[in-house]
């Protein structure tokens, strides 16, 4: 078995897509997923499973909660190796303290086109961001809600997303044999062209 790391995007947010956790367990476990363990409310998972894509099994996932529940979620699927390659790579290891400042953007796939220069003009003179890959980290130390390049980043980068701050990034890791010290990566403002 291998564990994995479900990231639902705009479940139980705002009153809409309600799916109680214990309901998503229930999906999960149907479709022969094990050790099923829900972090908050807003549809963060760790699971075992039968080693497969996560490509496939994020489509069978959201298929069933359609099937179930009337809506298919997005879901951005990783292995314990590619969440502890994301914590590992923070360019911010300083903005660790304030974890509540540094978000992982998780993306449907490495952005084909995005758009560096929109990016740049929306960015705040304290924002940092890097995309490396299908991740885009975001360093707000003014807050993320007050953030214009946050609210634009999934029409900038032209790809589906889900967001998490730094926190809860930690503590999906955790959860299996991610239990990483932090990151010492020397950080570099603006962005990184991967």
Known sequence: MKTYIALFRGINVGGNNKLPMK???AVLEGIGLRSVEIYIQSGNV????K??????LSKRIGAAIGKSHGFE????LLDMPM???????NPYPEAEAVPGTLYVNFLASVPPRPNFDGLEKLRAVSERFQLAGDVLYLHAPDG????????ALERLLGVPMTSRNWNTVRKLGGHGVCRLAPARIVSRTGLFRA
Do not use: M, N, Y
Not at 144 to 151: E, V
């Open 73 to 76: 979620s997005w879901v951005r």
């Open 46 to 49: 760790v699971f075992q499973g």
């Open 51 to 56: 080693p497969v894509d996560p490509a496939l």
């Open 144 to 151: 993320i809600g007050r953030s214009r390049l946050a609210a």
């Open 83 to 89: 969440l502890e390659q994301v914590i590992r790579g």
């Open 23 to 25: 309901e998503l367990a």
